[in-house]
């Protein structure tokens, strides 16, 4: 497990199953957009083209982190890989569908249905 804080943000990358999963707890900023953007990199170049972003505890994600979401998207899409977003907070969830990402992220409602979308899509 890693850890990292950025402001109000903490970055946890776990272990689901075969796949990383990187935990965010507290507030998405400018920063913590900066040190997300890092891990998501780490992750592909090592080799985690299948990833999970598990959001369930997060309050707020401004531009700055959706952004990194997208740009790690986008880095994933062009390694034929896949991101799934774990979230079941309201106003995460009305920014996912405002900027789009739901449509290129398949988000789930716990940990265990993004490791099975995973699973099936291998």
């Known amino acids: 497990m890693r850890q990292a804080w950025a ?3 903490q970055i946890e990358v776990l ?5 990383p999963c990187i ?7 400018e920063r913590g957009a900066r040190v997300l953007s890092g891990i998501v990199e780490h992750l592909v170049r090592s080799g985690y083209p ?3 972003v598990d959001t369930r ?7 700055h982190a959706y952004d990194v979401l997208l740009e790690g998207l986008g880095t994933l899409e062009n390694e034929d890989g ?3 977003i774990v979230d079941n907070c309201l106003p995460v969830e ?3 569908k405002l900027l789009d990402l739901e449509q290129r992220a398949h988000v789930a409602s716990t940990i265990s249905q993004a490791v099975a979308y995973l699973d099936w899509h291998e």
């Not at 272990?15 to 796949?19: A, H, I, K, L, V």
């Not at 935990?23 to 900023?29: K, N, P, S």
């Open 7 to 9: 402001d109000t943000l």
């Open 15 to 19: 272990r689901c199953e075969d796949y």
């Open 23 to 29: 935990r965010l707890t507290g507030e998405g900023e």
């Open 50 to 52: 299948r990833m999970i």
């Open 57 to 63: 505890e997060l309050r707020f994600l401004d531009q």
């Open 82 to 84: 896949l991101m799934v």
């Open 94 to 96: 009305r920014s996912l």
